[in-house]
């Protein structure tokens, strides 16, 4: 299985985890992320539990030689979670979705990586797509505050720190990506399966973390038989970081930006189970990055 199949298969589950994720948010829970990072610690925990007991080999040093990764994944996820508190979404997505582009410019610059012609007119085409979409919900956005006379405070779009977060996010996960890359393959330091265990193993001691703060701590309340959606989000979340590590060990240049558009497949699933109307542009964007992935998988 190549590259740009598994490519398609962490778009698939990403975007079916962004879906899921959103179904099961709950806007007047304040502790609802830290409940989804208990779930998919609880779930990646158990995937890695099963590939150990399944005879996949595994050394705990292993998530020491895995941790550079691990730590700029996990770090962006909490500079993404805080820059909510300082920034509209709809500001922040641009630059938090071009960490797929700022991936792809280190390792051709560090690693010596290449693409063809063809490819990067692809990536591009990708990029493009997922930026244009970013900006059409800034302006859905601004068009329904308007119409509801809601204006942001300056601060949370203009200050220094509400510029900050988002570039942290964009930086230091596009650093993940390219220290997987790295380790992967031109170090060959880890293999796939084991840095797979590694990273979900560490997400695992996040969940726990997560609980203590937000069940025991700040006594959270928790309802099982309402939290279905957050478990499917966690499967699809699991799954599609199991293609995802293969993909970046494989190519990691283009696989990085041609990801990052699950945000755009998103979209899709949005218009056909949560029955939510697109417009023309949205639609637009969809095919520009459809066509960017076309061209990649010719490739």
């Known amino acids: 299985m190549n590259w740009f199949i598994l490519s398609l298969i962490a778009i698939l589950f990403w975007s079916g985890s962004d879906l899921f994720s959103k179904i099961g ?14 779930v998919v ?22 998530i020491i030689t895995y941790l550079p990764a691990s730590a700029c994944y996990i770090a962006s996820m909490i500079f993404g979670y805080a820059g909510l508190r300082y920034i509209e979404l709809s500001v922040s997505s641009p630059v938090c979705n071009s960490s797929g582009a700022v991936a792809a410019v280190l390792c051709v610059l560090f690693l010596d990586a290449t693409m063809t012609g063809l490819q990067v007119v692809g990536v591009v085409l990708v990029c493009a797509g997922v930026f244009a979409l970013s900006v059409i919900e800034k302006r859905k956005d601004d068009a329904l505050r308007a119409a509801e006379g809601f204006t ?5 779009t203009r200050s220094l720190v509400a510029i900050v977060f988002p570039l942290l996010y964009c930086a230091i996960d ?6 997987d890359g790295y380790l992967l393959d031109t170090a060959a330091v880890i293999a796939e399966e084991q840095a797979n265990i590694a990273y979900e193993l560490t997400f695992l001691m996040m969940a726990v973390f997560a609980f203590v703060y937000a069940i025991l701590i700040k006594k959270a309340p928790v309802s099982l038989p309402t939290e279905g959606p957050k478990f499917l989000g966690a499967l699809c979340e699991t799954a599609g970081q199991f293609a995802y590590i293969f993909a970046i060990g494989a190519n990691t240049v283009v696989a990085a930006p041609m990801i990052s558009s699950y945000c755009v497949a998103s979209l899709v699933w949005s218009r056909i189970f949560l029955k939510e109307k697109l417009t023309k542009g949205q639609y637009a964007v969809i095919a520009v990055a459809a066509v960017g992935i076309v061209i990649l998988g010719m490739e």
């Not at 709950?26 to 208990?38: E, G």
């Not at 779930?43 to 705990?60: E, K, N, R």
């Not at 596009?174 to 220290?179: A, H, K, N, Q």
Request: charged residues 15%; negative net charge.
């Open 152 to 156: 942001p405070d300056v601060k949370h």
């Open 174 to 179: 596009g650093l993940g990506t390219f220290v």
């Open 25 to 38: 948010a709950k806007p007047d829970d304040i502790y609802s992320h830290w409940k989804m990072v208990i």
């Open 41 to 62: 610690g609880l779930v990646m925990g158990a995937h890695a539990i099963f590939m150990l007991a399944t005879g996949t080999p595994f050394s705990p040093m292993d």
